[in-house]
């Protein structure tokens, strides 16, 4: 016997109550989910509600109060949902380590594409020929050019349905988010050490924010890449 | 399962050995799949599959694939070639383990 719509549509906003609130990690826990129920009505010989209170135990979820066990079926379901927190917060522990290797796997090739090499050469030489006419000017300019692909990333897709309460796309915003902090602790340093200094080397932060530029275009990249994939996936799942 | 603590660190080498032997499988089916095998010795929680699965995932051990079935998505597991390569390691380590172990339990006298 097959669940009924009615049924599926039940199960999705008891993962949805408890607390499974992305898409992407709700999608897999949804099917198991009917899975088991189907097996366990089919061959176990139990009831809808007996079958989904023992996954939703198998979850690693509490379904008594204390010593109070029997409790109604709607009470047992939402008493407890760590074991279902648990679930996401490690799958969004793995999805970032994820990204990351993928980052890292993708970065020698894109490092030697003619597009990143173009990008980055016009880049240099414009930062070079201003810095030898104005070094604060030099500094902006590459400090523009590093945040830009952030800025992008933030309006990539943004009215894109798939982006919303994704948890592949939340963890994908922050690729590059180490690079950044990077560049906001070097920027708080530089400003304390040479408070009182009239002449200011810029060229320091100049050299570095030239230099963090490849990671953060790369991240927009492997961005859009993730971007294009959870869409795909999102079509699938509304098709 | 009758000792769970036993079983838990052995977790992710049954999940690729499983998945060496058939081509792809989803969560569900992984754990029907070893229920049947340990005649219902080993049960594996929903709590613990999943993330052993999204971890070997992140690790580049296991691939995904999604397919539309009976209209909700499912998500079905498969080796990669570096998964393929830490199977045979991650099941050398386990043989190792349990060789170990039938010494000390068992052990022979002169």
């Given at each position: 016997m097959k669940l009924t719509k009615a049924e599926i549509k039940f199960i999705d906003n008891y993962l949805i109550k408890n607390g499974v609130k992305y898409w992407d990690v709700r999608l897999e826990l949804l099917d198991h989910t009917v899975s088991a129920v189907e097996d366990k009505i089919n061959?176990?010989?139990?009831s809808f509600n007996e079958a989904l209170l023992e996954i939703h135990h198998g979850f690693?979820?509490?379904?008594?109060n204390g010593y109070t066990y029997h409790l109604d079926f709607e009470k047992a379901l939402y008493i407890d949902n760590k074991g279902l927190k648990k679930l996401t917060l490690k799958a969004q522990k793995n999805m970032a380590k994820q990204h990351r290797k993928r980052f890292w796997k993708t970065y020698p090739k894109f490092l030697m594409s003619l597009r990143f090499l173009l990008e980055f050469s016009i880049i240099i030489g414009i930062v070079f020929v201003v810095h030898r006419f104005n070094p604060k000017t030099a500094l902006i300019i590459a400090l523009i050019a590093c945040f830009l692909p952030e800025i992008f990333k933030i309006f990539f897709?943004?009215?894109?349905?798939?982006?919303?309460?994704?948890l592949k796309m939340q963890m994908a915003v922050n690729i590059s988010s180490l690079y950044m902090a990077l560049s906001y602790l070097l920027m708080g340093v530089f400003n304390s050490y040479y408070?009182?200094?009239?002449?200011?080397?810029y060229v320091y932060l100049t050299v570095f924010f030239v230099c963090l530029f490849p990671f953060v275009r790369h991240a927009l990249n492997t961005y859009k890449q993730i971007f294009i994939e959870n869409r795909e996936e999102y079509r699938l799942v509304n098709a | 399962m009758s000792n769970s603590k036993l079983y838990k660190g052995s977790l992710n080498t049954i999940i690729l050995k499983l998945l060496n032997e058939n081509d792809k499988m989803y969560g569900y089916e992984i754990t029907q799949k070893v229920k049947a095998l340990t005649k219902g010795e080993l049960n594996i929680t929903e709590g613990a599959l999943y993330p052993a699965l999204h971890k070997l995932e992140a690790e580049g051990l296991l691939d995904v694939e999604v397919a539309k079935v009976d209209n909700r998505l499912r998500k079905y597991y498969k080796l990669t070639e570096t998964g393929t390569k830490e199977t045979v390691n991650k099941l050398n380590e386990l043989a190792e383990y349990i060789k170990t172990m039938q010494a000390l339990v068992k052990p022979k006298f002169a």
């Open positions: 061959n176990e010989g139990v690693g979820n509490r379904i008594h897709g943004v009215f894109d349905r798939s982006n919303r309460k994704s408070d009182s200094v009239p002449q200011k080397p | -």
